[in-house]
Every structure is written in C-alpha cells, then in structure tokens.
C-alpha cells in the first residue's frame, strides 16, 4: 500500500501542465527490431548530450534514467528503505516542456530508420521534426545515423529561445509633428465673389525613455519617464457666414489648443498568478537564417493632463470675445517598436546592439527618432 501511495504522489506531478521555470526535456526513444533495440538507450544518451550542449540551461530527463532510477528505489524499497522524494523528484521530470521521441525502427532486416522530433507542451504541436535517415546495421552505421539526426534537431530548435536572454535594455523616442494644411476655394454672396479658407497648424513634440531588463521570455519590468508639449492653432475665414439674420457676411473664427505634461511610470494593468505586473514586453524572433528581431511593446501609467482651449469669433455677425478654459485629459505614451533583423541564433551567449533610425508613424504622421541599447546574454544553468 505504501508503494502505491508514493508513485500516485509521482503521478500527480505528471497531470498538471505548466511550463517550469528551469525548461525540461523528455527524450524518449522507441524501437523495433532486435538490433534497433540494443541501441535504444544510446541514442537517447546522444540526444541527451547534443541537448546539453545547445541548451545548458534547460534539464534533460531520458527514459532510461528514469527506468534505472525506478529500479534503483523499488530495490531500496525492497531493502526497507524510504525515499519519497525520489518518487517526486521522478514525478516532477515527467512534467515536461518539450517532449524528444526518437526512433530507431529495422525494415527488411537490412536497415534501421533513425528519426527524431520535439513536441512542446503549451501548445501541443511539433516544433521541429529532423525526417528521418538510413543506416546500416552496424555499430558504426547507428552511430553516424545517431549523430547526423541529433545534429539536424538542434539546428531546427536554434530559432526557439529556449533558455531566456535576459539583461538591460534602453529605449529612446523622440516623435515631433510640424505640420499645417490649408484648405482654400471661392465663395460668393453679396453680388461679390469671396473666398473660404481654413488653415490647421500643429506643432507636437514628445520624448520618453524607457529602462527596462529583460527577465525572462519575453516578460520584462523597469521604468519609464516622458513629456510631452502640444500646440494647435485652426484659423477660419468664412467670406459667406450667414447669420441667423440671413445676412452674409465676413466671419474669422480661430481656435487653439496647448498642453505641456510629464509623466513617469510603466502600466501595471496584467496580472499573472494574482499579482500584478509591467505590461512591458520585450519579444525575440529567430529565423533560420540566422537572424532575429527584436519587439518591444508596452505603455506608460496614465497621466491627467491639462489642456487649454480657447475660442474667438470675429465678422459681422456671431462674434465671440476670446475665451479660455482648460480641460482634463488622460495621457498615455505607448511604447510598440520593431528593431533588427541582426544577425544572432538562440545558441549564442551573447546579444549586443546599439542602434538608431528615423521612421514616420502611418497613423499619427509623426516623424521619430528611435534609439535602442541593448546587452542580453542568455542563461546557461
């Protein structure tokens, strides 16, 4: 009853999905055939020592160590020894991140198949498959058959960041918007042609910084600070203002608006486990070209700003005397920026970049200048 009682503790362990901290790899290895057979555990020593290397901070579990563990604790539980941490601990690698199968598989009694895939457990799809070879059955063919299909699966997993990069990363924004666009065309009343014309001029200006480190995939904390100065001005020149009279008649009405705010702080509005935490982001993308990108997303704290509008009429009819009045606005800088492609693979130990370029945002047709500085050096145990 005792022994039933610790492998259903193990197996708890095993029916709760749910990414580890430290990434864990499963590597089982399948086979058919006599001779496929006897190389089993070998092929998943190999798989287990090219995965070791590609990625050292991840923990690599195989079937055969987990058989042989098992053996071990039911002899010294035999011997009327208790290790219910054994049984645990064998639970707990069960619980894995991505899933190794291999296989080795005789045909015809002349060949043996040699193939491997990952499987990763979030999503429950495979990430890379290295198709298969054939070898001859013999120690030295199984063993160039091994290696040439262990080698391919760590190249087709090189484009997943796997163990995380982490480090500081800064971010600089300048956005400025000069602009002034005129609308202009001919109206008449009066027996007299007159004209209509309505003159917009902006002037934006923003700065924000953003310190961030990078502490996992792709979850990232820091701070930020911001400010920001806006000035409008709309001038109108109506020719042909009709007035409640019915009378025509000239009409100059202007309008303007201005603001200055500064701000601080990173937005806190996602939670994980209950807490919450930095809606910051800082994304990786390999490419099997041996290229990545990096994405940087995120938004500032909300800032109540004060903005100032004021409002005069001028003509013959409808006249207004200037008049101010400020109103309340809600201020958020966001942070969406794209950087690369530079050349780096997720087996590097190191990504470093300093790098500046000047963009036209399609939305709010603002001109930017984006600096980026960023040392990110991937985590080995």
Same mark, same amino acid.
């Given at each position: ?195 209509? /014309? +309505?003159? =917009? ?7 924000? %910084?953003? $310190?961030?480190?990078?502490?996992? @995939? ?92 004021? /409002? +005069?009429? =001028? ?7 200037? %008049?101010? $009045?400020?109103?309340?606005?809600? @201020? ?50």
């Amino acid at each position: 009853m005792k022994h039933i009682y610790l492998i259903a503790i193990a197996l708890l362990f095993v029916s709760f999905p749910g990414k580890s901290i430290e990434p864990n790899f499963l590597v089982i290895c399948v086979s058919s055939g006599d001779t496929a057979v006897k190389y089993t555990d070998s092929y998943e020593t190999v798989m287990e020592s090219y995965l070791q290397d590609a990625f050292p901070c991840a923990k690599i579990t195989t079937h055969s160590g987990i058989r042989t563990r098992l053996s071990r604790e039911r002899l010294n539980q035999l011997l009327g020894g208790e290790n219910e941490q054994e049984l645990i601990n064998i639970g707990k690698d069960m619980n894995w991140d991505y899933f190794v199968k291999l296989s080795l598989k005789t045909f015809e009694g002349k060949k043996i198949m040699v193939r491997a895939v990952c499987l990763e457990r979030k999503d429950v799809n495979c990430i890379a498959d290295a198709g298969y070879t054939w070898a001859t059955m013999d120690y030295q063919g199984i063993k160039t058959g091994v290696n040439e299909i262990s080698k391919q699966l760590i190249d087709k997993l090189s484009k997943y960041e796997i163990c995380p990069f982490t480090g500081p990363v800064s971010i600089t924004i300048t956005s400025d918007l000069d602009s002034t666009n005129v609308e202009e065309y001919g109206v008449f009343c009066n027996q007299m042609d007159q004209r209509y /014309r +309505k003159e =917009e001029v902006i002037h934006n200006h923003t700065f924000s %910084e953003w $310190k961030l480190e990078r502490k996992g @995939i792709p979850w990232t904390d820091g701070t930020m600070t911001f400010y920001t100065d806006e000035v409008s001005k709309v001038t109108i020149e109506d020719g042909c203002h009709k007035c409640e009279s019915g009378r025509e008649g000239g009409l100059v009405t202007t309008k303007k608006s201005s603001m200055k705010v500064k701000g601080q702080g990173i937005s806190h509005e996602s939670k994980f486990k209950g807490q919450k935490q930095d809606d910051t982001r800082i994304e990786l993308e390999f490419f099997e070209n041996g290229q990545y990108v990096l994405k940087a997303k995120g938004t500032s704290l909300p800032v109540k700003g004060e903005e100032m509008l004021s /409002r +005069k009429a =001028e003509g013959t009819c409808d006249n207004e005397p200037e %008049e101010s $009045k400020p109103v309340q606005r809600d @201020i958020r800088v966001p942070l969406k920026v794209i950087f690369g492609p530079y050349g780096g693979k997720t087996t590097d130990k190191i990504l470093q970049q300093k790098d500046t370029k000047k963009v036209k945002d399609p939305i709010t047709d603002e001109y930017q200048t984006i600096s980026i500085d960023f040392t990110l050096n991937r985590k080995e145990k």
